[in-house]
């Protein structure tokens, strides 16, 4: 399985960015769809996740702010993010799980893709 991440850039606080992410290969295999982002000088964390069953679990610090979608194919999952703060600036990251458990931990995701960076500044 391969993920594409795409969709980062510059916004300015209380803006919005939407992020996707492309699943190829072996996607069948693939339950759960999820996103982390790791700050600067700052541990990688969870930001959302979404089962096959529509299924999502949110990070408290985005709570309200972000939505985690997904298509019907089940191929590319999206992150919608509203009300951006300057705390939301680092490379986000997709990752994608067999397993059927939702999870916030990156244990629980086998597949990860490459980041893209936000960045919420004025």
């Known amino acids: 399985v391969q993920l594409q991440a795409s969709g980062g850039g510059l916004v300015q606080p209380g803006g919005s960015l939407r992020l996707s992410c492309a699943a190829s290969?072996?996607?069948?295999?693939?339950?759960?769809m999820g996103w982390f982002r790791q700050a600067p000088g700052k541990e990688r964390e969870f930001v959302a996740a979404?089962?096959?069953?529509?299924?999502?679990i949110y990070a408290d610090s985005v709570k309200g702010r972000f939505t985690i979608s997904r298509d019907n194919a089940k191929t590319t999952v999206y992150l919608q993010m509203n009300s951006l703060k300057p705390d939301d600036t680092a490379v986000y990251y997709c990752?994608?799980?067999?397993?059927?458990?939702?999870?916030?931990?990156?244990?629980?995701?086998?597949?990860w893709g490459q980041g893209t960076l936000v960045t919420v500044s004025s």
């Open positions: 990752a994608a799980d067999p397993r059927l458990t939702l999870s916030m931990r990156m244990e629980g995701y086998t597949y």
């Open positions: 979404v089962d096959w069953s529509g299924g999502m």
């Open positions: 290969g072996s996607i069948f295999s693939i339950n759960v």
